[in-house]
Nanobody, 124 residues
Framework: QVQLVESGGGLVQAGGSLRLSCAASGSTTRDYYMGWFRQAPGKEREFAAIISGNGVFRNYADSVKGRFTISRDNAKNTVYLQMNSLKPEDTAIYYC?????????????????WGQGTQVTVSS
C-alpha cells in the first residue's frame, strides 16, 4: 500500500512561484509513473504533469507547458512540481498520484493511488 502526502501549497500573487512536493511512503515508487492533477471549484479533476519512474519521460498539459516542471528524487521517494509564472486560473487543489501501469497517461482513472491534495491560490 502506498501513501502519498502533498505539501507546498499556499497563496501567491500572479507571476509568482511555488514548489509542490509529494512524499511517498509504504512502498518504493521508483518503478512507477507519477502524476500531478488539479481540481478547481466546480470543475473536473484535470491532468497537469506526469513523469516516468526513471525521470526520463515527462509530459505536460498545454495549459502549464513552459511554466511548470515535474521532477523526482527516487532516493527520497519524492516527486516535485515547480510552478512558475502562476496565473489566477492555476488556482486549484493539486493532487499527486501514482500509476502502476506503463505509459504517459493523463486520465485520473489510470492512477491507483492519490494524495489528499494541497491548495494553491493565485491572486490577481
Amino acid at each position: 500500500q502506498v501513501q502519498l502526502v502533498e505539501s507546498g501549497g499556499g497563496l501567491v500573487q500572479a507571476g509568482g512561484s511555488l514548489r509542490l512536493s509529494c512524499a511517498a511512503s509504504g512502498s518504493t515508487t521508483r518503478d512507477y509513473y507519477m502524476g500531478w492533477f488539479r481540481q478547481a471549484p466546480g470543475k473536473e479533476r484535470e491532468f497537469a504533469a506526469i513523469i516516468s519512474g526513471n525521470g526520463v519521460f515527462r509530459n505536460y498539459a498545454d495549459s502549464v507547458k513552459g511554466r511548470f516542471t515535474i521532477s523526482r528524487d527516487n532516493a527520497k521517494n519524492t516527486v516535485y512540481l515547480q510552478m512558475n509564472s502562476l496565473k489566477p486560473e492555476d488556482t486549484a487543489i493539486y493532487y499527486c498520484a501514482l500509476r502502476r501501469g506503463g505509459g504517459l497517461r493523463d486520465t485520473p482513472s489510470s492512477y491507483e493511488y492519490w494524495g489528499q491534495g494541497t491548495q494553491v491560490t493565485v491572486s490577481s
